[in-house]
């Protein structure tokens, strides 16, 4: 006889949400979220929920390869224990290595079952250091005039942590919209992110001008290419302030080779760049080599960024946070999940698995 904890079905289906306005980084903009939102149901009908962020520019998936992955693991998911969970989470590392959002789709919508199961919010779960978080929120490429606009309205919602987008081929441009920014938002901390854009050259000279206006961030994000151990080495050893290695890291041999080469001072943990399991590693690893955590994530909806947070907050000890992405989304097709005020982002009233259900 099947355990109650047994997969009883694995569906998929398309989740398109449109952006209040296109997200911008370096690499490019989007203007439609188009993630997968993946439910398990065991064998009681408890149902467990997770959502899939495939991001070309990043992660190097598209939502049709993740709808592949899916359909070719759907059989062998079905009729496992989500008990034996970080069996399941080997067993997919061998069938769908390149498609770590698929992973933490999947990941996520087992434990969440097993924990909802088990009347266990996923706070808990993870440790209950905390449940709480502050975030960021983010400023995306654009014009100065956008710039300032977007820093208005952060101040406006009470958050206190400024994350700016870099690296648009226009150093002076990137120059003047921090500058602009650090004027309307004089007393809030900035944190610069290049995802990937910068030479190690350019990326010090970014940071000498902005000495000369004063301005000190208190991180550099991803500036230089992924593989560039050299120059993300160079800009944090010489830059003037903290480096976080994120598209470089993507598996905890990443996050060993960052230490081994002392080429950043932070790791930005991302669920979808790796999968619930491999972040685990990626945490303790980090913890040894005395290197600092940071939360973040993709173009993600509630559901995948309050199990971020609930990652973050129940294992403790993440020093950046930045959780920010339901804030561009043009609607929410969720309930549950955090409650935010201002920056902070509170977990305490979760009280199964992650707490997010579709609202339909």
Request: aromatic share 6%; hydrophobic share 50%; proline share 4%.
């Amino acid at each position: 006889m099947n355990s109650p904890a047994t997969i009883r079905s694995l569906t998929y289906e398309a989740l398109d949400i449109p952006l209040r306005e296109p997200f911008g980084i370096a690499g490019g903009a989007q203007a439609v979220a188009q993630n997968i939102l993946v439910t398990i149901e065991l064998a009681d009908g408890t149902c467990g929920y997770g959502e899939a962020a495939p991001f070309h520019v990043v992660n190097g998936e598209t939502q049709a390869s993740a709808m592949q992955a899916l359909a070719s693991v759907r059989s062998g998911l079905e009729g496992a224990d989500v008990r034996e969970w970080r069996r399941i989470a080997s067993w997919l590392q061998t069938q769908i290595g390149p498609a770590p959002s698929v992973r933490c789709a999947l990941e996520t919508a087992i434990l969440d079952a097993l924990t909802r199961q088990a009347h266990i919010p996923l706070w808990a779960f993870f440790g209950g250091a905390s449940t709480q978080l502050e975030t960021d929120m983010t400023i995306t490429t654009g014009s100065v005039a956008q710039a300032i606009t977007a820093a208005q309205d952060i101040l406006a919602r009470g958050i206190r942590i400024i994350k700016i987008k870099v690296g648009a081929d226009d150093l002076a441009l990137d120059v003047e919209r921090i500058a602009s920014i650090h004027t309307v938002a004089l007393a809030l901390p900035l944190i610069l992110d290049g995802n990937c854009a910068f030479t190690s050259d350019t990326a010090l000279q970014l940071l000498a001008a902005l000495q000369a206006h004063a301005i000190t961030p208190i991180l550099f994000e991803q500036p230089v290419p992924r593989d560039d151990w050299d120059g993300l080495r160079q800009v944090s050893q010489s830059g003037g302030v903290p480096v976080a290695a994120d598209e470089s890291v993507t598996c905890a041999a990443d996050a060993l080779h960052v230490f081994q080469e002392q080429a950043a001072q932070v790791v930005n943990i991302k669920l979808m760049k790796c999968g619930i399991v491999e972040a685990l590693d990626i945490v303790a690893l980090c913890r040894v080599a005395n290197l600092q955590l940071m939360i973040g994530g993709m173009v993600e909806s509630m559901l995948a960024m309050t199990m971020s947070a609930c990652f973050a907050a129940g294992l403790g000890g993440f020093r950046y946070i930045d959780l920010d992405t339901p804030l561009f989304l043009a609607h929410n097709p969720f309930t549950g999940g955090f409650q935010q005020t201002g920056g902070l982002l509170d977990l305490a009233h979760i009280t199964a698995g992650h707490g997010v259900q579709p609202a339909r």
